[in-house]
Nanobody, 126 residues
Framework: VQVEESGGGLVQAGGSLRLSCTAS????????LGWFRQGPGKEREGVAC????????FYADSVKGRFTISRDNAKNTVYLQMNSLNPEDTAMYYC????????????????????WGQGTQVTVSS
């Protein structure tokens, strides 16, 4: 599975960005898909995700009400709409996919994924 992100950039505080991620494979509909971020000097953390088999969505508390994850299965694409951005959102954002059988795990956990993109930088200026 090939994973590729796009859509990062520089935005002022209060602004919005939409990230896109395409993942190859014929069973995309059933993938767990997650967005993660890693700020300078910080560990990678889960931001938003779809659980396995096109199921529920989950968000980190820090982004609830501001970020929205969505997917277009016809395009093998998952999106992250980010609104009301603040400087604390500055990070490299990564998309991840998992094509294994449903594991019942935590789709916000980095350990659940076996395919990762290279990342796209998001910088929020104050």
């Amino acid at each position: 599975v090939q994973v590729e992100e796009s859509g990062g950039g520089l935005v002022q505080a209060g602004g919005s960005l939409r990230l896109s991620c395409t993942a190859s494979g014929s069973t995309f509909d059933y993938y767990a898909l997650g967005w993660f971020r890693q700020g300078p000097g910080k560990e990678r953390e889960g931001v938003a995700c779809f659980s396995w088999n096109g199921g529920n969505t989950f968000y980190a508390d820090s982004v609830k009400g501001r970020f929205t994850i969505s997917r277009d299965n016809a395009k093998n694409t998952v999106y992250l709409q980010m609104n009301s951005l603040n400087p604390e959102d500055t990070a490299m954002y990564y998309c991840a996919a998992d094509d294994s059988d449903y594991s019942g795990g935590d789709c916000l956990s980095t350990t659940e994924y076996n395919y990762w993109g290279q990342g796209t930088q998001v910088t929020v200026s104050s």
